[in-house]
């Protein structure tokens, strides 16, 4: 079983920067591919990046290719999410979550997951 917390959330002004990061616990977390998603205010989760379990793949959104990264570090069982030139449509409660599946096609999905952390809320002021 994994167990995944976030932390980092806040408020920034457009066009700033923000961090979240995600901690796991459990010795199989370089097992499973690692993916961030959001859910904005009356909107459905949507998937935001995912990462492979080596970090050797990555994958993102439309909306926040060129302006988030994601990255791991097996060694200390976190998943980071840097976001850069963010927006007011950022804002949302971001989730990280674990799959154990293989096929990064499935990454954009959120039934691909099984683990998924509480969120943490980044807000975004115009």
């Known amino acids: 079983q994994v167990q995944l917390v976030e932390s980092g959330g806040g408020l920034v002004q457009a066009g700033g920067s923000l961090s979240v990061s995600c901690a796991a616990s459990?010795?199989?977390?370089?097992?499973?591919?690692m993916g961030w998603f959001r859910r904005a205010p009356g909107k459905e989760r949507e998937f935001v990046a995912a990462i492979s379990w080596s970090g050797g793949s990555t994958f993102y959104a439309a909306s926040v290719k060129g302006r988030f990264t994601i990255s791991r570090d097996n060694t200390k069982n976190t998943v980071d999410l840097q976001m850069s030139s963010l927006k007011p449509e950022d804002t949302a409660v971001y989730y990280c979550a674990s799959s154990p599946r293989g096929d990064s096609d499935s990454y954009y999905y959120t039934r691909s997951y099984n683990y998924w952390g509480q969120g943490t809320q980044v807000t975004v002021s115009s």
């Open positions: 459990g010795r199989t977390f370089s097992r499973y591919a």
